[in-house]
């Protein structure tokens, strides 16, 4: 059984940080393309930062210079670090895991608020 479980949400102040942890069970991680999308109210899910072995990761034009996606294979595990957060980053955050099939997580909430 496939699981993808995010955690490290919650409400940060305009400015601050937050890291994003995706521990994945039942795939064969390396292999695997992992992304990181949110959706805000209101809004579509958007993709936020993707991860693959042996390339370079790819960020929204939103998050550049802010967000760092990375990857630990020994630990079946992806990070988002969330840093100079702003109120329109509020949203919550999917994992996502890409290869012939796709496979999401439940999510975890961020909410950037003074």
């Known amino acids: 059984q496939v699981q993808l479980v995010e955690s490290g949400g919650g409400l940060v102040q305009p400015g601050g940080s937050l890291r994003l942890s995706c521990a994945a069970s039942?795939?064969?991680?390396?292999?695997?393309?992992m992304n990181w999308y949110r959706q805000a109210p209101g809004k579509q899910r958007e993709l936020v930062a993707g991860?693959?072995?042996?390339?370079?990761?790819n960020y929204a034009n939103s998050v550049k210079g802010r967000f760092t996606i990375s990857r630990d294979n020994a630990k079946n595990t992806v990070y988002l670090q969330m840093n100079s957060l702003k109120p329109e980053d509020t949203a919550v955050y999917y994992c996502?895991?890409?290869?012939?099939?796709?496979?999401w997580g439940q999510g975890t909430q961020v909410t950037v608020s003074s």
């Open positions: 996502n895991a890409v290869r012939v099939t796709t496979f």
């Open positions: 039942g795939i064969i991680f390396s292999i695997y393309q």
């Open positions: 991860i693959t072995n042996g390339a370079s990761p």
